[in-house]
């Protein structure tokens, strides 16, 4: 039994995942999905064939073109006809007729309201002669708008100085991730943007390896991950799929939190998910959809059938998802989340003997003693649907704009060893979630052979008077004060913002005597960070005198682990203005040459920390 081995595709930095729209003039049928969609989440389409697993994986990139590369190991060399791309529209549309579908409990006076408009190369071989290279490249491919070559040596410094020579920029902290996979036998699929190409020629992309057993690769996803990354996976076959070596876990429906009149629908549900990821230990997957293909099969048919799209690129996909449909009567579709410091092993999926699972979520009209339905004019407490990740605890902030208006939202505290990013939230939305410093494989001063020496993103950008911003993977975060919490933005120009504020209610003090654990020896850090113990702090909101440190312990209310430090204290580096907070372009983070790695081999048995989260933290 062959192991398919697939690496989530991860840009240097995740934007938004938003399919333009167009105007709806014609509308019908699949491609008129009226759900929302987690749109930050990475989406993988594998389809079990007779003996093969032919992949789609999505690829999310912000940025110049030059900038854009992407790498993932194989454990077999693909069949050079089936390199390919394909929509990334008929993936959209695959999400949004498979993901949850909430209906609001029928007692209550108000119910969701509608959203109406539909979803707007020559290929060579290389071989040599007279005994085996330092380095084979047993394809080089032009595929759409990509330089593909898949590329194998037994020598880890061989194929990085390859790597580098065609432009990659291979950083020292991402060595030993190669050295991994080389010591596994492990081919490398390296892409690039031809000369000719930009970064609307980024799409989906496809191939067929040998095997029947899908499996994701995700050690060295670490390098780029966006922090509480979601992943989709569609399995296509005769039967249901599940997970094997991760946890399975389903989530009660009387569980889920809403609020009425909101569009997209807004729940808890991606909290829930994180949080039972947590409680299996870091690796788990939620089933959202298990059953046939035949309603979406017909649904596909009558639409082209009918010519009824809004543009003709919805037809295009239509017919690509059509026809990757066709074969297989099942579909399953199965979710997670998790941040760089989890990816330990890789999961792998294989058949389930498990029932139908309907997309349908009956949500429920009290939920922990609370009427949800009572008055919708009463907003929830806004931390209900935010998810701080690692070492975060969550606390709104009441701001005033320039109207006199107030608003309240939901802010993220970090503790030491942890620092604020802004990035999106599942709804697109801007939001803060705590990472680990020590995951940073990119930094200023790095330099590969024949490139520049990185810059400090920090060096034009504040987090305001009551934090300090740090580079983490060439992306501006902040450290924010004892006491203080990070809340996100976007400006007019769609800058990220994050700024270092006090919260509505006071943070514990015993929060800021917890330490993130130490790394799993699968995921090795990409820079040391010292963390001293924790000192008393006047002046700041809600600090207080510290007085142990402690590890992180308990599902849903620690970081869990063994009290080693892990970082968070700026560097001298670090500057402060009066801006009022750390801004980055939406989306970009990468420096010229970056490189966007999404590498990972196997590692069946390895242990998993994920299983805790700082007091008072709902994720």
């Known amino acids: 039994m062959k192991i398919i081995k697939l690496a989530t595709v991860v840009g240097a930095a995740l934007a938004p995942f938003v399919v333009g729209l167009g105007e709806a003039r014609a509308c019908g049928g699949f491609f008129c999905g009226r759900q929302p969609v987690d749109q930050t989440a990475e989406r993988i389409l594998f389809e079990i064939g007779d003996g093969s697993v032919t992949m789609t994986t999505q690829i999310s990139f912000a940025g110049d073109a030059e900038d854009f590369a992407w790498i993932l190991p194989l454990p077999e060399v693909p069949d050079v006809e089936s390199l390919a791309t394909f929509p990334q529209r008929a993936l959209t549309a695959l999400d949004t007729n498979t993901g949850p579908d909430f209906i609001?409990?029928?007692?209550?006076?108000?119910?969701?309201?509608?959203?109406?408009?539909?979803l707007n190369g020559a290929v060579s071989s290389a071989t040599s002669g007279g005994g085996e290279p330092p380095v084979q490249v047993h394809v080089r491919a032009e595929v759409g708008g990509y330089d593909v070559a898949v590329i194998e040596s037994q020598d880890p410094a061989a194929l990085i100085e390859w790597l580098r020579t065609e432009g990659y920029r291979v950083t020292e902290p991402m060595e030993p991730y190669v050295e991994l996979y080389t010591a596994e036998g492990m081919k490398f699929l390296a892409l690039k943007l031809l000369e000719t190409a930009d970064v609307n020629d980024i799409t989906p992309f496809r191939f067929t390896l040998p095997g029947d057993v899908p499996s994701i690769p995700l050690r060295m996803t670490a390098l780029a991950a966006e922090p509480e990354m979601s992943i989709v996976v569609f399995v296509l076959g005769d039967q249901r799929f599940e997970g094997k070596n991760w946890e399975n876990i389903e989530i009660a429906d009387d569980r889920i939190l809403f609020q009425l009149n909101s569009w997209p629908v807004k729940t808890n549900w991606t909290s829930l998910v994180a949080r039972g990821v947590d409680e299996a230990g870091g690796q788990g997957w939620v089933t959202e959809y298990a059953g046939t293909t035949t309603s979406m099969r017909e649904l596909l048919a009558s639409q082209i059938s009918a010519d009824n799209f809004a543009t003709p690129e919805d037809k295009e996909a239509a017919e690509a998802l059509a026809e990757v449909l066709t074969p297989h009567p099942y579909l399953t579709r199965l979710y997670s989340r998790l941040s760089a410091e989890e990816m330990t092993f890789d999961p792998i999926f294989g058949r389930s003997a498990g029932e139908d699972v309907s997309r349908a979520r009956q949500l429920s009209r009290v939920v922990d003693g609370v009427d949800q339905c009572a008055d919708v004019a009463v907003s929830a407490d806004p931390c209900t649907f935010a998810t701080c990740g690692a070492g975060g605890i969550c606390r709104p902030v009441t701001q005033v704009d320039t109207n006199g208006t107030e608003t309240t939202v939901a802010a993220c505290g970090c503790v030491p060893g942890a620092t604020a990013r802004t990035t999106f939230a599942p709804d697109g939305s801007p939001t803060v979630i705590c990472q680990d410093q020590r995951m940073s494989f990119l930094n200023p001063g790095d330099q590969a052979a024949g490139a520049e020496a990185l810059p400090d993103p920090c060096a034009t950008f504040s987090c305001g008077d009551n934090g300090s911003c740090v580079p983490v993977n060439m992306t501006p975060t902040c450290v924010c004060n004892q006491g203080f919490v990070a809340v996100a933005a976007l400006n007019a120009e769609g800058m990220r913002l994050t700024t270092?504020?006090?919260?509505?209610?006071?943070?514990?003090?015993?929060?800021?005597?917890?330490?993130?654990?130490?790394?799993?020896?699968?995921?090795?850090?990409?820079?040391?960070?010292?963390?001293?113990?924790?000192?008393?702090?006047?002046?700041?909101?809600?600090?207080?005198?510290?007085?142990?440190?402690?590890?992180?312990?308990?599902?849903?209310?620690?970081?869990?682990?063994?009290?080693?430090?892990?970082?968070?204290?700026?560097?001298?580096?670090?500057?402060?203005?009066?801006?009022?907070?750390?801004?980055?372009?939406?989306?970009?983070?990468?420096?010229?040459?970056?490189?966007?790695?999404?590498?990972?081999?196997?590692?069946?048995?390895?242990?998993?920390?994920?299983?805790?989260?700082?007091?008072?933290?709902?994720?």
């Open 104 to 118: 609001a409990p029928l007692d209550c006076a108000f119910g969701f309201p509608q959203a109406g408009g539909g």
């Open 500 to 619: 270092c504020a006090a919260p509505d209610a006071a943070i514990p003090e015993s929060f800021y005597n917890q330490r993130l654990p130490e790394l799993p020896p699968e995921i090795p850090g990409g820079r040391p960070v010292d963390v001293p113990d924790p000192e008393p702090t006047t002046g700041s909101a809600g600090a207080s005198t510290s007085s142990s440190t402690t590890g992180l312990g308990g599902s849903g209310s620690g970081v869990g682990g063994s009290g080693v430090g892990a970082g968070g204290q700026p560097n001298a580096a670090d500057s402060k203005g009066s801006g009022g907070g750390c801004s980055i372009v939406a989306g970009s983070s990468a420096p010229t040459g970056a490189l966007a790695l999404a590498l990972a081999g196997l590692a069946f048995a390895a242990a998993r920390r994920r299983a805790s989260r700082p007091v008072g933290n709902d994720r």
